[in-house]
């Protein structure tokens, strides 16, 4: 990347603009040390109504579901209704792990599934990784909706920012597009000559490793878990950030996510 990069802030922050909504938590639950542990890290609302329109604005929201096995069928239809109709919204699930409720998620697109007797341990994370992935779909929202990149070009990168597992090579980008390697790599120069087209996918991979981290708390499995090995995520960490491993344990996904969002729509892109 360019010396003029902007370092990526290691330091760990709660950002005021997320909103964690609570949808279907009992009364004994918001009462609960559970309830005080997620508003020491994020903006919390309790919501009665699963509708994007009933819930209050915030620049991300986060909401989570706490179901009933009992009443999963009716809950189910509200799940998909919610997110046809807001996409780009991160959405838990919560509850007893039971059969029937993954019978009823398999249709449904949710972000994480937390289990209630894991509820105290997997709910903070769940929801950072949750609200890590809101960012990169609103990249990719913003990227398809672009007029100063080509089509093709938008396609393979807005796809690329929503994959489940990031993809590691320029092949596997172009794949997700209609166009060959060498046009999207032609395309992407033009756009973003100062950059590699393999610096994109290498962003992806960063963002990636380091939310692997919070789970993990350690590099190695973190660098496992996106398909490449310790050294390889060590050379991405220090050119793309100029910052070794060791001091971005403690990173925000949500810092790196910026930093590519700038780079892809900032004023550093050219008109093609």
């Known amino acids: 990347m360019s010396q003029n990069q902007p370092q990526v802030d290691v330091t760990t922050h709660c950002d005021p ?20 542990t997620v508003r020491s890290q994020y903006r919390l609302v309790s919501v009665r109504h699963l509708s994007p329109d009933a819930l209050p604005m915030a620049p991300l929201r986060c909401i ?3 179901a009933d096995h009992t009443a999963c069928e009716s ?4 799940l998909r209704q919610f997110r046809m109709s807001s996409p780009t919204d991160g959405l838990l699930f919560v509850a007893e792990c039971h059969p029937q409720v993954a019978i009823g998620l398999r249709n449904i697109v949710v972000d994480e599934v937390v289990w209630l007797h894991r509820l105290k341990s997997d709910l903070l994370p769940a929801i950072a990784r949750a609200t890590d992935r809101v ?27 929503v994959r489940f597992q990031p993809i590691r090579s320029v092949q596997e980008l172009a794949a997700i597009g209609t166009c060959h390697r060498r046009t999207l790599t032609r395309q992407w120069r033009r756009a973003f000559p ?8 290498d962003w992806l991979l960063l963002i990636a490793a380091v939310r692997a981290h919070g789970t993990f708390h350690r ?11 310790q050294d390889t995520l ?14 971005l344990s403690d990173a925000d996904p949500g ?18």
């Open 194 to 201: 100062n950059h590699r087209l393999k610096d994109f996918v």
């Open 234 to 247: 060590r050379r991405i960490a220090d050119r793309l950030v100029d910052v070794p491993l060791s001091k």
């Open 17 to 36: 603009n997320v909103l964690v909504c609570l949808y279907g938590a009992t009364e004994k639950l918001l009462k609960s040390p559970f309830q005080r």
């Open 219 to 229: 590099w190695m499995p973190a660098a496992r878990a996106v398909h490449i090995n």
């Open 255 to 272: 810092g790196l996510i910026a930093q590519l969002r700038d780079l892809l729509l900032g004023d550093g892109a050219r008109d093609v």
């Open 75 to 78: 809950l189910m239809d509200q």
């Open 135 to 161: 960012g990169l779909r609103r990249l990719a929202r913003d990227l398809e909706t672009s007029t100063n990149l080509p089509a093709s070009l938008r396609q393979s990168l807005a796809g690329a920012c």
């Open 64 to 66: 989570v579901v706490f």
